[in-house]
């Protein structure tokens, strides 16, 4: 069994973190991942997605009217 947790930390002058883990935390191999940035944004697919279609006028408009419609669906 996988599990997640997420954790922020400050770490101090001398460069060390420790964790204490919930005692429901199984022992072994732990992975660290690090946040998406906004490099990896940048570079994704999902990065300039409506560029070049003739049915958008103007993207931040689009962007704003799928927002609204979304918003009113669930509200």
Known sequence: MMRTLSLTADTGPDRELRLTVPPDVPAG?????????????????YFGMWKGRADIACSLDFARNLRNTAWRRFS
Do not use: H
């Open 29 to 45: 191999f732990a992975d660290t991942q690090s946040a998406p940035t906004l490099g990896d944004l940048a570079e994704s697919e």
